[in-house]
């Protein structure tokens, strides 16, 4: 038995099929990646390798990887970080970082600074995005240099290069050249009257930021949402995913008219009646990001108070007690300090 050699035509024909499908799968790979929302603001995407976190995080000094993720994540679990610490790939022969930093998503430029001696964040930059119905800042950080002509109320796209990875900061402990990374942080905005409130609140301080200024911006877990966009391709929804986040406590607000509430729609319920609302039941995870705003008329809600905490998540608050927004005494919980500042801001 021996076989025949196929003849040129059908060699050209199985040829044709091939690049057929590899059109194909390129083309549904191309959909895949066009479909997801929220991109790696580097080249580095380790990330998504299995035990791939140590090529991609950059922990604080002599502490492990997990401390450059977000969370509750140093001094024990008592110090919050909002953001990712990326680690670079890329190194001139000084060992300085030469990553290019990415748009994360199509967007508008809102803010930068070129002046790294006034904040922690060293040169950072902020671009404003809606991403199914959410109005989301992104902001990247320590960078080493911001592109050149890059302008407020410019439009980037995805995957754009906007920045050099670099390691600038006004911190006591420098960023060291084995530590370069860019901090890259996921953000809702608490409100557009930050300069009223920041005046009021710290008047002995200057806000160098405008309403950019990191206490005005409501951090969400990047790397979550990575690897969900990951599981669940082109069904992942960034307003679903953050609704169905654990909340830490509800409060009622007595107030019915600050921004929050005009920026953010789509974490509006309806009003459940006809009866005028003098108030809005807020959901808030730990970082105090709200979760849904719900409306409430006089009857539903008996006390007269500006603020009242309805219900605590103990087992949420144990795990993640950084942000210090609720406080236990005896058996009774109540707003700490911080909550009571993180919701004047948000309703001021």
């Not at 199985?14 to 549904?28: E, F, G, I, N, P």
């Not at 970082?97 to 990415?102: A, E, H, I, K, N």
């Not at 608490?190 to 009223?196: A, E, I, K, N, P």
């Not at 169905?244 to 920026?263: A, I, Q, W």
């Amino acid at each position: 038995m021996f076989s025949v050699p196929p003849d040129d035509t059908e060699l050209g024909m199985k040829k044709a099929l091939l690049r057929r499908a590899c059109l194909v799968l390129a083309t549904l790979f191309a959909i895949t990646a066009s479909a997801q929302p929220i991109h790696f603001p580097t080249a580095n995407h380790a990330l998504y390798e299995r035990g791939g976190e140590e090529k991609f995080f950059v922990g604080t000094t002599g502490m492990p990887w997990t401390s450059g993720t977000f969370g509750c994540v140093r001094s024990g679990g008592h110090q919050m970080h909002e953001g990712l610490d990326i680690k670079c790939l890329q190194r001139d022969n000084h060992g300085e970082p030469t990553d290019p930093v990415l748009a994360t998503a199509d967007g508008t430029v809102v803010y930068f600074s070129d002046k790294p001696a006034l904040s922690n964040y060293g040169r950072y930059i902020v671009l404003r995005h809606v991403i199914d119905n959410l109005e989301i800042y992104s902001l990247y950080a320590h960078l080493h240099e911001i592109r050149p002509g890059l302008k407020i109320g410019q439009t980037v796209a995805t995957g754009e290069k906007i920045a050099i990875m670099g390691r600038t900061s006004n911190t006591h402990e420098t960023i060291s050249k084995e530590r370069a990374h860019v901090h890259f942080e996921l953000n809702l905005l608490y409100t557009d009257r930050f300069g009223r409130w920041f005046k009021k609140n710290s008047p002995n301080e200057h806000n160098d930021h405008g309403d950019f200024n990191g206490q005005n911006l409501a951090g969400i877990d990047p790397r979550l949402i990575l690897l969900a966009e990951r599981d669940q391709g082109a069904k992942f929804n960034l307003l679903t995913w953050l609704q169905s986040r654990p909340e830490l406590c509800r409060v009622f607000v007595r107030k019915t008219d600050f921004p929050f509430l005009k920026r953010y729609p789509a974490l509006v319920a309806p009003a459940s009646g006809k009866k005028p609302i003098v108030g809005y039941e807020i959901s808030l995870d730990y970082n105090g990001v709200p979760l849904r705003l719900t409306p409430r008329a006089a009857d539903e809600i008996k006390s007269k108070a500006k603020y009242q905490l309805l219900s605590v998540n103990e087992p949420e608050q144990q795990k993640k007690p950084a942000r210090k927004l609720v406080l236990k005494r005896g058996s009774h919980w109540e707003l700490n300090t911080h909550g009571q500042n993180l919701l004047n801001l948000l309703t001021d």
